[in-house]
């Protein structure tokens, strides 16, 4: 057997060990009638932080703080421990002659991680540090599996995202990470219903994947004996909400795409997408970018931040590009000079592109998009809006004006990954007819993330629906941005992880 494996055999021993101990330890309270699991409720009256900034204040007041145990230094007759809670740690020093002996005793029985109840007087230490000087203590919750050794914390990453909560109890700056991702998502919040727009709530099962291109989770609904989809996008019941004369909308929620995981992908995910009447693609950009610029000066203080190694500025105004000048200054490729989708083919060719269907079926379309992908978005650093998208990937947007084979859609780039997508939607519902049939023929062709002709959305749009803007955007990866996270796990909960071999 080699080191490595007796060094694992040796810790997993040892964990066995102290999993005994504690459990042990928890019978011995059991049987003393003093079993911590009995405790229902805490009457609190300060958190740690509250004691620190009100402790002038307090004066010979007593307070009662409960938090989780995280350090203990007890010997002889007195000594330290640190107890954390939500707002931060705070030192609490145990006398025997303060608190009796029978619960001075029972505190050095504590094990790191035990939930505990200190009533007594804050005080200042010689060195500074505010403290309380405990005259009760009381365990309120055992923990019965030790936390990682302090210096070392949880290091595996795929042990990390499985047992967050442990993540969350060992490492502070994961903590800080998820209190500002709640704070991002208030901001968002914030500035859209300053602006007048309504919350909604839209379905997250429906007879049909809609409005976006990706591939759904199917489930079965039994009584009614029907397949239903988790959602993909909500763009499809927002806009009937529009027809339905609500004219600032939006819903913040998740989404399901049942396809592969990375860095920046997890099947689940939150995404916003609003809906603005009489407004268009330009007014959409507008809004991005002061939203962004708003959150960010809310949450970090400033419109710029550092992303790994790279400063970004996301002060308005951001950059703006074409997707054919964007091919053009990336991939060398002047898509104003290709008259047919025979030279467009001969090009991918020669780059080596490749696509869901055969070269001989796709279009000008499909490849001025791919080379985008393949040498454009990289590039695109810096806040930029790529706009203009070919009419045959865009089956939901108005045609640009002056210009009918592109539509007025638009893709928000950071650091070379799409942060948001957004039109000026189309609401013509003869044109957006064909363009469902359209993709029902890309989906015979190979492509199953294509559209499906959503009916009742269709009845919607023949009811009639005003000239509308439209923005969706990934708030994970708008706080992966906003935190300097490398991954997408870093920033969600409980990302969904491979599940272990028994």
């Known amino acids: ?31 003393a009638g003093k079993d911590p699991f009995d405790v229902y409720k805490v009457n609190r009256t300060h958190t740690s932080q509250e004691v620190k900034d009100n402790f002038e204040s ?21 000594g330290f421990c640190d107890v954390h809670d939500r707002y931060g740690k705070i030192q609490v020093y145990i006398r025997l002659d303060a608190v009796g002996e029978e619960s001075f005793k029972d505190a050095k029985t504590f094990d790191i991680g035990d939930f505990v109840r200190i009533k007594g007087t804050a005080f200042v230490t010689k060195t500074g540090e505010t403290s309380i000087r405990a005259e009760e203590v009381q365990l309120i919750s055992k923990s019965l599996k030790p936390l990682p050794e302090k210096w070392h914390g949880l290091k595996n990453p795929d042990l990390k ?36 727009y309504i919350e909604v709530e839209t379905p997250i099962l429906s007879p049909i994947a809609g409005g976006a291109a990706a591939r759904p989770f199917i489930t079965h609904h039994n009584t009614l004996d029907i397949d239903m989809y ?33 860095i920046r992908h997890n099947p689940e995910f939150t995404c916003i997408e609003l809906y603005e009447a009489y407004a268009d693609y330009n007014d959409m950009m507008e809004i991005m970018e002061q939203l962004i610029a708003y959150v960010c000066e809310k949450v970090n203080g400033s419109t710029k931040v550092m992303y790994e190694d790279t400063e970004i500025d996301f002060t308005p105004p951001w950059r703006r590009l074409t997707m054919v000048d964007a091919v ?28 869901k269907k055969e070269l001989k079926d796709c279009t000008k379309a499909d490849v001025l998009n791919a080379l985008f992908e393949e ?31 592109f539509t007025e859609r638009f893709e928000g780039f950071v650091y070379g990954r799409e942060v948001c997508n957004a039109y000026s939607e189309l609401n013509d519902p003869i044109v957006q007819r064909s363009r469902f049939e359209q993709q029902e023929q890309e989906r015979e062709l190979g492509d199953d993330e294509a559209y499906m002709i959503d009916e009742e959305f269709m009845n919607a749009l023949e009811i009639g629906m005003p000239p509308t803007g439209g923005l969706g955007i990934g708030i994970d990866r708008m706080i992966m941005f906003l935190t300097n996270a490398t991954s997408i796990k870093d920033v969600i909960l409980f990302p969904t992880m491979k599940p272990l071999n028994k």
Not at 8 to 28: G, H, P, S
Request: aromatic share 8%; charged share 40%.
């Open 161 to 196: 995202y499985r047992q967050r909560e442990v993540d969350l109890v060992m490492n502070k700056e994961v903590r800080e990470t998820f209190i500002k991702r709640s704070q991002i998502i208030k901001g968002v919040r914030e500035f859209l219903d300053n602006r007048g």
């Open 230 to 262: 988790l959602r993909i996008a909500t763009e499809l019941y927002l806009k009937r909400c529009i027809v339905g004369g609500f004219e600032k909308v939006y819903d913040m929620g998740k989404n399901f795409r049942n396809e592969g995981m990375s």
């Open 58 to 78: 307090l004066g010979e007041e007593r307070v009662t703080i409960a938090g989780r145990l995280m350090s203990k230094r007890l010997q002889g007759k007195a």
């Open 328 to 355: 053009k200054e990336y991939a060398g490729v002047d898509f104003n000079e290709i008259k047919s989708d025979e030279e467009a083919q001969a090009i991918a060719k020669e780059k080596h592109l490749e696509f």
């Open 1 to 31: 057997m080699d080191e490595e494996l007796i060094d694992i055999k040796a810790k997993e021993e040892e964990f066995n060990e102290q999993v005994r101990i504690r459990r042990e330890k928890l019978a011995e309270l059991q049987a």
């Open 375 to 405: 040498y454009g978005e990289k590039n695109l650093i810096q806040p930029t809006f790529l706009c203009d998208y070919p009419v045959e990937i865009s089956p939901l947007t108005k045609k640009k004006r002056g210009n009918e084979e």
